[in-house]
């Protein structure tokens, strides 16, 4: 059963336009929401980070959006560029066994921005 | 430069072959991960360890199986008993002291049946 739920599955995106990606969830108990950006033939990379005790976190262009009350959280790429282009994971964290906390990703969104 | 080491970066496994991709880390980080990746299929956790010679299962770790015998290395061996191994294999690391920890990836392997 898929806990995250990552729309769309692919996005074009003019030059300088905003991105958006959605992201849903079912479990109340995760407690941390990373994106994470990843290019062909490499592993992904942490772009940005929420805790649910706020509703937005900004870190130059790139902007999470959390509604805990909808249990949705979405990130925003203002001005989008070329260089953007990539395939972007939402993930949540929760508590496993033995004190670990373990990332469940989303299906992943790819992004084309076109000159 | 620190980080982490995949190899090799392509493998093709023949049927009924036993397959072992390598991780190694110089970031001196506790824990280390496991993931598959198949197109649309987002990030799966197959195998983590967050100490030497410790290892949990993942939430697809049929068909696999791993060691943490060094801080610094966690071999993951496809089994033959793995009917669908064709995938992209990353493996992950972080320091292991706290949660929501930020995961450092490596480049991955392409894993491919022949």
């Known amino acids: 059963q898929q806990q995250v739920k990552q729309s769309p599955q692919s996005l074009i995106v003019q030059k300088g336009g905003i991105s958006i990606i959605n992201c849903a969830y079912e479990?109340?108990?995760?407690?941390?929401f990373p994106w994470y950006q990843q290019f062909p033939g490499k592993g992904p990379a942490l772009l940005i980070a929420?805790?649910?005790?706020?509703s937005e976190k900004k870190e130059g262009r790139f902007t999470i959006s959390f509604n805990k009350s909808a249990k949705q959280f979405s990130l925003h790429i203002m001005d989008s560029q070329p260089g953007d282009s990539a395939t972007y994971f939402c993930a949540a964290s929760m508590i496993r066994g033995a004190g670990s906390y373990q990332l469940t990703f989303g299906k992943g969104t790819k992004l084309s921005v076109i000159p | 430069d620190g980080g982490i080491t995949q190899s090799p970066k392509y493998l093709f496994r023949k049927e009924g072959q036993n397959v072992t991709l390598s991780c190694e880390q110089n970031l001196n980080h506790d824990a280390m991960y496991w993931y598959r990746q198949d197109p649309g299929q987002g990030l799966r956790l197959i195998y983590y360890s967050q100490i030497v010679n410790d290892f949990q299962k993942g939430d697809i770790a049929e068909g696999y199986s791993v060691s943490r015998e060094k801080k610094e290395s966690f071999p993951l061996t496809v089994t033959s008993a793995q009917k669908n191994p064709t995938a992209f294999y990353l493996c992950a690391s972080s320091p292991g002291r706290g949660l929501n920890e930020k995961l450092f990836f490596g480049s991955g392997t392409q894993l491919s049946v022949l």
């Open positions: 929420i805790r649910p005790d706020v």
């Open positions: 479990n109340t108990a995760f407690d941390y």
